[in-house]
Nanobody, 120 residues
């Protein structure tokens, strides 16, 4: 069994900052890429940022220069530091991880989502 638990969402004014965290637990052998997606009401889920096991990040253009993704492999945790937040960043944010379990099965796992609301 593998579980991803997110935290850190909330309500913030435009221009403010939030830091999201996501920790994976369970029968984990290795975690490959980890990432953050978001889904706004009436819109499709989109990839916001991802990071490889080696720490190489990738961002969607709309968040470049404002968001920073990082990970702590020892803690099986991925972070998303969000600065200069805009109302259009309002969405439910989901983390995901490509995980190889101790059973040697490999799957993509998702967290339950955390709401981020940016007021204007």
């Amino acid at each position: 069994q593998v579980q991803l638990v997110e935290s850190g969402g909330g309500l913030v004014q435009a221009g403010g900052s939030l830091r999201l965290s996501c920790t994976a637990s369970g029968s984990i052998f290795r975690i490959f890429a980890m990432g953050w997606h978001r889904q706004a009401p009436g819109k499709q889920r989109e990839l916001v940022a991802s990071i490889t096991n080696g720490g190489s990040p990738n961002y969607v253009d709309s968040v470049k220069g404002r968001f920073t993704i990082s990970r702590d492999n020892a803690k099986n945790t991925v972070y998303l530091q969000m600065n200069s937040l805009k109302p259009e960043d309002t969405a439910v944010y989901y983390c995901n991880a490509d995980i190889l379990r101790t059973s040697l099965s490999r799957n993509d796992y998702w967290g339950q989502g955390t709401q981020v609301t940016v007021s204007s």
